[in-house]
């Protein structure tokens, strides 16, 4: 994962320990450079990788249609949720990242939360900052 990381470019997201990928440290910028190597048109990945990511993140399970979704019209989005409570806390990381269009233009768009009082607010605080994010630029 971390020789990922590094091919893509991303200089401040590094796996967790062994096999805890669930506890990967990252920023949103960095999420935005993996973004666009999953949606960009100069990517290292080739076009049947970026197809087959673009699949799975425009059809995940219903139950979690949430997160940077909420800024799109309709169906028009791909995103890929994690959230995680923290056992040392009891709070939640709640993080969504993903592809909406809006009024024909695309967006890509990352937000990440860190110890929110339960998985539902984590919820409605990244759906508020994507819809937030997306607005300010539709109103430009």
């Given at each position: 994962l971390d020789a990922a990381n590094e091919?893509?470019?991303l200089t401040r997201t590094s796996g967790g320990d062994g096999?805890?990928?669930?506890l990967t440290?990252?920023?949103?910028a960095d999420q935005l450079v993996l973004l666009q190597q999953v949606f960009g048109a100069d990517s290292k990945l080739n076009a049947a990788s970026r197809a087959y990511l673009q699949g799975l993140m425009k059809s995940v399970e219903s139950d979690q249609r949430w997160g940077v979704s909420a800024a799109a019209e309709?169906?028009?989005?791909?995103l890929k949720n994690g959230w995680l409570p923290r056992s040392a806390t009891g709070?939640?990381?709640?993080?969504?990242i993903g592809r909406v269009t809006v009024d024909g233009t695309?967006?890509?768009v990352a937000v990440l939360s860190d110890g929110?009082?339960?998985?539902?607010r984590g919820i409605a605080l990244v759906e508020a900052a994507a819809r937030a994010a997306v607005g300010a630029f539709g109103d430009k």
């Open positions: 091919r893509f470019g096999e805890l990928w669930g440290q990252t920023t949103a309709g169906n028009s989005w791909a709070l939640w990381d709640v993080n969504s695309d967006y890509l929110t009082a339960s998985r539902t």
